[in-house]
Protein backbone atom coordinates (compact mmCIF):
# COMPACT_ATOMS: atom_id res chain seq x y z
CA UNK A 1 0.00 0.00 0.00
CA UNK A 2 1.55 3.05 -1.33
CA UNK A 3 -1.10 6.06 -0.58
CA UNK A 4 -2.80 4.83 2.91
CA UNK A 5 -4.74 8.79 3.02
CA UNK A 6 -5.97 7.46 -0.01
CA UNK A 7 -7.06 4.06 0.70
CA UNK A 8 -8.68 5.44 4.24
CA UNK A 9 -10.50 8.25 2.06
CA UNK A 10 -11.82 5.68 -0.40
CA UNK A 11 -13.17 3.09 2.04
CA UNK A 12 -14.95 6.04 4.15
CA UNK A 13 -16.63 6.97 0.36
CA UNK A 14 -17.40 3.69 -0.52
CA UNK A 15 -19.07 3.00 3.21
CA UNK A 16 -21.33 5.73 2.69
CA UNK A 17 -22.66 4.94 -0.29
CA UNK A 18 -23.62 1.55 1.05
CA UNK A 19 -24.89 3.28 4.02
CA UNK A 20 -22.47 0.97 6.58
CA UNK A 21 -22.68 1.99 10.33
CA UNK A 22 -19.23 1.61 10.53
CA UNK A 23 -15.70 0.59 8.41
CA UNK A 24 -12.38 -0.11 9.32
CA UNK A 25 -8.84 1.50 8.23
CA UNK A 26 -5.21 1.04 7.74
CA UNK A 27 -3.79 2.78 10.64
CA UNK A 28 -0.68 5.71 10.39
CA UNK A 29 -0.61 8.89 12.25
CA UNK A 30 -1.95 11.46 9.51
CA UNK A 31 -4.75 9.21 8.96
CA UNK A 32 -5.81 9.40 12.66
CA UNK A 33 -5.27 13.13 12.30
CA UNK A 34 -7.30 13.67 9.69
CA UNK A 35 -10.28 11.36 11.45
CA UNK A 36 -9.26 13.44 14.12
CA UNK A 37 -10.22 16.82 11.86
CA UNK A 38 -13.13 15.30 10.24
CA UNK A 39 -14.71 14.35 13.71
CA UNK A 40 -14.17 17.96 14.95
CA UNK A 41 -16.05 19.07 11.65
CA UNK A 42 -18.92 16.75 12.55
CA UNK A 43 -18.45 14.69 9.21
CA UNK A 44 -17.82 11.23 11.28
CA UNK A 45 -19.29 10.02 14.65
CA UNK A 46 -16.19 8.69 15.86
CA UNK A 47 -13.42 6.61 15.29
CA UNK A 48 -10.96 4.19 18.20
CA UNK A 49 -7.38 2.65 17.92
CA UNK A 50 -7.62 -0.98 17.54
CA UNK A 51 -4.90 -3.03 17.75
CA UNK A 52 -5.18 -6.90 15.61
CA UNK A 53 -2.68 -9.42 15.65
CA UNK A 54 0.59 -6.55 16.18
CA UNK A 55 -1.05 -4.23 13.31
CA UNK A 56 -3.39 -1.26 14.19
CA UNK A 57 -6.77 -0.61 12.70
CA UNK A 58 -9.02 2.58 13.23
CA UNK A 59 -12.78 2.03 13.36
CA UNK A 60 -14.51 4.31 11.96
CA UNK A 61 -18.39 5.51 12.98
CA UNK A 62 -20.03 7.21 9.96
CA UNK A 63 -22.47 9.94 10.03
CA UNK A 64 -25.52 10.47 8.46
CA UNK A 65 -28.61 13.28 8.57
CA UNK A 66 -31.88 12.38 9.98
CA UNK A 67 -33.19 10.93 6.50
CA UNK A 68 -30.07 8.69 6.00
CA UNK A 69 -28.08 10.24 3.92
CA UNK A 70 -23.92 10.80 4.75
CA UNK A 71 -23.20 14.03 5.70
CA UNK A 72 -20.38 14.02 3.59
CA UNK A 73 -21.13 15.19 -0.68
CA UNK A 74 -17.86 14.56 -1.54
CA UNK A 75 -14.75 13.38 0.17
CA UNK A 76 -11.98 14.09 -2.73
CA UNK A 77 -8.20 13.55 -2.35
CA UNK A 78 -5.77 16.70 -3.76
CA UNK A 79 -2.02 15.52 -3.44
CA UNK A 80 -1.01 12.52 -4.51
CA UNK A 81 2.04 10.65 -4.87
CA UNK A 82 2.64 11.45 -8.04
CA UNK A 83 1.94 14.95 -7.80
CA UNK A 84 2.35 16.74 -4.76
CA UNK A 85 0.26 20.07 -4.22
CA UNK A 86 1.72 23.10 -1.98
CA UNK A 87 -0.16 25.85 -0.68
CA UNK A 88 1.06 29.03 0.77
CA UNK A 89 -0.65 30.62 3.86
CA UNK A 90 -2.45 32.89 1.96
CA UNK A 91 -3.80 30.71 -0.62
CA UNK A 92 -5.82 28.34 2.24
CA UNK A 93 -8.89 30.22 2.69
CA UNK A 94 -12.19 29.32 2.99
CA UNK A 95 -13.87 26.17 0.36
CA UNK A 96 -17.22 25.66 -0.30
CA UNK A 97 -18.18 29.09 0.53
CA UNK A 98 -16.93 28.22 4.43
CA UNK A 99 -19.13 24.95 3.82
CA UNK A 100 -16.10 22.63 3.82
CA UNK A 101 -12.91 21.79 4.95
CA UNK A 102 -9.33 21.49 3.29
CA UNK A 103 -7.03 19.39 5.41
CA UNK A 104 -3.42 20.73 5.33
CA UNK A 105 -0.37 18.84 5.83
CA UNK A 106 1.81 22.09 7.98
CA UNK A 107 5.08 22.05 10.12
CA UNK A 108 2.20 22.53 13.25
CA UNK A 109 0.66 19.25 12.49
CA UNK A 110 -2.11 17.99 10.30
CA UNK A 111 -4.67 21.07 10.33
CA UNK A 112 -7.86 22.30 9.38
CA UNK A 113 -8.24 25.00 6.57
CA UNK A 114 -9.58 27.65 9.05
CA UNK A 115 -6.84 26.49 11.89
CA UNK A 116 -3.94 27.06 9.25
CA UNK A 117 -4.71 30.39 8.10
CA UNK A 118 -5.36 31.35 11.76
CA UNK A 119 -1.55 30.22 12.71
CA UNK A 120 -0.32 31.18 9.36
CA UNK A 121 0.90 28.56 8.04
CA UNK A 122 0.71 26.95 4.85
CA UNK A 123 1.32 23.22 3.63
CA UNK A 124 0.60 20.14 1.95
CA UNK A 125 -3.37 20.23 0.82
CA UNK A 126 -3.92 16.53 1.84
CA UNK A 127 -7.99 16.59 0.87
CA UNK A 128 -10.95 18.23 0.64
CA UNK A 129 -14.10 17.35 2.45
CA UNK A 130 -17.87 19.29 2.14
Not at 116 to 129: F, P, R
Amino acid sequence: MNDLISDALTRIRNAALRKLDTTKLLHSNVVEATLKILEQKGYVESYNVVSEDNKKFINVVLKYDETGKSVINELKRISKPGRRVYKGKDEIKRFKNGYGTIIVSTNKGVLSNDDAHKEGVGGEILCTVW
